[in-house]
């Protein structure tokens, strides 16, 4: 089974970056869709940004502008450039993997999930 990684994770103050990472067990170079969800407490998980092997990308409304998702194949990773980080975009958040790719966004099939980074971002 595909182990998902994550990485870059913090504490930011409001109107700063982070970008995260997440490495994969195998080689991504056919997965269709990868992307990221997050987690507040007391919360659904949504997934923020999504990318296919062709490099299409999708993003949520409350994190587009913002947020960029990309992929290296040869290095098996994800990554996502967050921008202009605001105290909402706290929360915990997971790489994902729709390895039958049968994601028709904005409805994801991620059934791979790693096990998260920690993101806060202070006032």
């Known amino acids: 089974q595909v182990q998902l990684m994550e990485s870059g994770g913090g504490l930011v103050q409001a109107g700063g970056s982070l970008k995260l990472s997440c490495v994969s067990s195998?080689?991504?170079?056919?997965?269709?869709?990868m992307g990221w969800g997050r987690q507040a407490p007391g919360k659904a998980r949504e997934v923020v940004a999504a990318?296919?092997?062709?490099?299409?990308?999708y993003y949520a409304a409350s994190v587009k502008g913002r947020f960029t998702i990309s992929r290296d194949n040869s290095k098996n990773t994800v990554y996502l450039q967050m921008n202009s980080l605001k105290p909402a975009d706290t929360a915990r958040y997971y790489c994902?993997?729709?390895?039958?790719?049968?994601?028709?966004?904005?409805?994801?099939?991620?059934?791979?999930w790693g096990q998260g980074t920690q993101v806060t971002v202070s006032m």
């Open positions: 195998t080689s991504i170079f056919n997965m269709n869709f």
């Open positions: 994902a993997l729709d390895e039958d790719g049968r994601s028709h966004p904005p409805v994801y099939t991620f059934g791979s």
């Open positions: 990318i296919t092997s062709v490099g299409t990308t």
